[in-house]
């Protein structure tokens, strides 16, 4: 970091120096630092105030023209000197600390992670237990264990989380180690700015030469068919240079549609990790945690309360929580049953609605294979109906609470037999057909939406 | 409280007190004045709780009492009174009675005890220095004051107290004007503190020619005494940034100017300077200076000076108010004014220790 932005001043400073007097640029600039760099921010170092003053007053001008001229875009200027608020005595803290001060200072941000996203502040649970065992291994051992862990799961349910984690242990451990984390759209948008200003070579110099690459929600690659390429070069390079690599996508690689056969079998190469909504215990343990890291105090039965009534994904309950708590500083009012939940009317009323019916899945299903929906209940069996049906049942069986018995009623009066069946008979395709099993969790996942 | 006063006293009295009564109406009691009636004097104070100030009056006092009463009606009041003999009376409750010729009238004022008292300065840094000296001091400096509250610690004037010398600063990020005063005062006396914009425009007001001035240096605050009148302040918290980095440390060329004339042909070359770019440019030449000024759309203007100037040709350009600011505030007849290149400030200076730094303006064309 230290020399990235020395790097970076000699390069600004040689664009500012024909702006500026000879005498201003030494009288102002050649005691100025620059100690972070962001893509919207230069923070520099100045002696004092008057560096400040003076320079923002007068040179400000050719600075952002230097600016300009050296990095191609407009950038934020801040000042920091000793002795001024609260970033420059934390600053000052740190330098006491160690020698990597600057880079301790600008950790989260330079990587791009958030401090908070740590293993400590995660909540282990029989949902997430093997997700955040092979993470910890990997976090512990980069390359050595599982290259590359593919973490897949719904929305909130702590994927970027586990990938921030990762990044964050591994860089704590060993400053030195270059972890890079990026989502697939920055990446994508990385890459099309190379293309477009023809600088691949440093394209490819910062992404293959991380000691640790983190991509998050690796699915928007899909049908992005040249940084599909790019990327396999990218993987590539790196895994023979064992160099760690962890990805996270919304479901298993091979359901990306449109992702190229080569990227889906790399990515299942490793360890592919699954992310499920946490029970009940996990999401107390979660809501306590939270709590406790935002100082809140609620009762037992509210905590019992939100626990129970939001299942889905864990930011919403976050949310919630804090919905709840902020009432209740806010108004001063005791919290009651009947006051949470008109409070949290909007997201109850949301999860209720994700409790799939039996005749929501018969209307999915029949549409989907263009049938109609009296079909679902028919004794009509020729194939094209019979096995839509059974598709639907085995859904049923997944999604609802509904017994073989309660299934097989909704199905026009089948015995519990004939539901069991179906069950069993999806499964088997499904693993012999890749085509069925993505058009099953297509119509899964739209049936969560 | 009772007494007897002239109009001409009484209104002298409070027109050294009322610029500080606060417009602000948090606290009622600030917008009073607090009348002190004792022996032959009646003395009068006011405060914002940042500035106060007391002066006093003769009278002839019957019963001495404290009250306070609004200063700005109490003001207009006595402004407009007939006569020039005016009775003042005020009972238990701090109603005031005023009486003059014909006009009678009464006023609801606040106890006493409501008003908060001016600090004390006990072990404060005692410097006795003559008013005439403050007075061109803080003139030659005040106008550079920066208005821009985000930098608090430039909205003031620094008084910097430094080996029998008293430096006055003040400066906006664009200028900077600088004053010494010699000055004798033992080695524990030595100081730096920001006198806020209030304070010394207050101060500035009350200085005169003659007599003398004591500055009392408390930890947070400062009271200037000039003998019949006292000004307390609190002190602008910070650190006044270092400004002798802005100071250029040599001058290529040096030109004499007689000021006044300076002055009049800037002023009157400024009146074709655009409001958008604000600029006026000085073009040097052997002997002479072009003053021009253009806006588009509009006109321009050009006046020539003639200067003993040997330099290379070049043009510069200024803010037209803020090298007029120091003109109209020095007296001397002669400033020379001192330039590296158009893009390092000009210095103007004068035969007394006084600096004022300016920043050019970039040239567009």
């Not at chain 2, 004792?38 to 002839?60: C, H, P, Q």
């Not at chain 2, 009157?268 to 604000?278: G, T, W």
């Amino acid at each position: 970091m230290k020399d990235k932005c020395a790097e970076l001043w000699q390069r600004l400073a040689a664009a500012l120096k024909p702006q500026v007097s000879a005498d201003t640029f030494k009288r102002w600039f050649s005691t100025v630092e620059l100690v972070d760099a962001t893509d919207t921010r230069l923070t520099f170092r100045v002696p004092n105030n008057i560096y400040q003053f003076w320079i923002e007053s007068n040179h400000m001008a050719a600075l952002q023209a230097a600016i300009m001229t050296a990095f191609g875009a407009p950038r934020e200027v801040k000042f920091v000197f000793p002795g001024n608020s609260g970033e420059a005595r934390e600053e000052a803290v740190v330098s006491q600390r160690s020698e990597t001060s600057d880079e301790t200072k600008s950790s989260g941000s330079a990587l791009g992670l958030n401090p908070r996203n740590t293993f400590e502040t995660f909540v282990v649970g029989p949902n997430n237990e093997i997700a955040h065992a092979a993470s910890l291994a990997v976090a512990q051992a980069p390359a050595r264990t599982y290259n590359p862990l593919f973490i897949y799961g719904g929305v909130g349910l702590g994927k970027t989380h586990l990938m921030q984690a990762i990044g964050d242990f591994v860089w704590r451990k060993k400053k030195s180690t270059k972890v890079l984390y990026v989502s697939s759209e920055l990446f994508i948008n990385e890459f099309i700015d190379a293309i477009q200003h023809s600088n691949l070579v440093k394209f490819r110099k910062r992404y293959r030469q991380g000691d640790l690459l983190l991509i998050d929600d690796i699915q928007f690659l899909a049908g992005k068919e040249r940084s599909q390429e790019e990327f396999f070069h990218t993987f590539n390079t790196l895994f023979d240079g064992h160099k760690q690599i962890v990805l996270s996508s919304d479901r298993p690689a091979s359901e990306i549609a449109n992702l190229e056969k080569r990227l889906v079998s790399r990515f299942e190469w490793g360890l592919t990790a699954e992310l499920q909504p946490p029970d009940t215990e996990t999401r107390m343990a979660i809501l306590r945690m939270k709590a406790r890291a935002m100082q809140i105090k609620l009762s037992d039965e509210i905590f019992q309360f939100l626990a129970n009534r939001i299942r889905s994904n864990v930011r919403r309950l976050e949310g919630a929580l804090m919905r709840v708590a902020s009432f209740a500083s806010l108004s001063g009012k005791e919290l009651t049953h009947d006051v949470v939940e008109h409070l949290l009317k909007d997201i109850l009323q949301e999860e209720a609605r994700h409790s799939i019916t039996i005749e929501q899945i018969q209307r999915r299903v029949a549409e989907h294979f263009d049938l109609r929906l009296a079909d679902m209940t028919s004794k009509r069996r020729p194939a094209n109906i019979a096995f839509p049906r059974q598709v639907a049942m085995y859904l049923a069986r997944e999604l609802t609470k509904a017994s073989l018995n309660e299934i097989g009623d909704a199905f026009g009066g089948r015995d519990h037999g004939t539901v069991l069946h179906a069950c069993k008979l999806v499964r088997k395709r499904m693993k012999e057909q890749d085509s069925l099993r993505q058009t099953i969790s297509f119509i899964d996942s739209s049936l969560q939406r | 409280m009772k007494f007897t006063v002239t109009k001409e006293k009484l209104l002298e009295g409070l027109q050294q007190v009322q610029n500080v009564v606060s417009t602000r109406t948090t606290l009622p009691i600030l917008s009073n004045v607090l009348l002190q009636a004792n022996g032959k004097e009646v003395r009068l104070t006011t405060t914002d709780l940042d500035v106060g100030v007391r002066g006093s009056f003769e009278a002839d006092v019957e019963k001495s009492g404290a009250t306070t009463l609004p200063a700005r009606r109490l003001f207009s009041i006595i402004r407009e009174l007939p006569s020039s003999e005016i009775h003042f009376d005020v009972d238990g409750k701090n109603t005031a009675s005023i009486r003059s010729g014909q006009s009678f009238f009464k006023i609801l004022g606040l106890p006493e005890e409501e008003f908060p008292p001016l600090p004390k300065f006990e072990d404060a840094k005692v410097v006795t220095m003559r008013q005439k000296d403050l007075r061109d001091g803080l003139r030659k400096t005040s106008y550079a004051i920066s208005t821009d509250e985000t930098r608090y610690v430039l909205n003031g004037v620094l008084f910097s107290f430094k080996e029998n010398k008293l430096t006055l600063v003040a400066t906006d990020g664009r200028r900077l004007a600088m004053v010494d005063i010699e000055l004798e005062f033992p080695r524990s006396h030595e100081a730096d503190i920001i006198v806020p914009t209030k304070a010394v425009t207050e101060l500035q007001r009350l200085l005169s020619d003659n007599g003398d001035i004591k500055v009392s240096m408390g930890s947070n605050q400062i009271a200037f005494d000039l003998n019949n009148t006292l000004l307390v302040s609190k002190l602008i918290e910070g650190n006044y940034p270092n400004y002798k980095q802005v100071i250029p440390s040599e001058a290529k060329e040096r030109v004499t100017l007689e000021r006044e004339t300076f002055l009049n042909s800037l002023r009157r070359v400024s009146l074709l300077a655009s409001d958008k770019s604000n600029s006026i440019k000085l073009n040097f030449s052997k002997n002479n200076i072009d003053i021009t000024a253009n806006t588009p759309e509009v006109g321009e203007a050009k006046e020539s000076l003639p200067v003993a100037y040997k330099g290379r040709d070049f043009s510069i350009a200024f803010n037209p108010e803020f090298l007029m600011a120091p003109l109209r505030a020095l007296t001397e007849d002669e400033v020379y004014l001192d330039l590296i290149d158009e893009m390092s400030p000009g210095v103007l200076k004068i035969q007394t220790p006084f600096l004022y730094v300016l920043m050019p303006m970039r040239i567009s064309s």
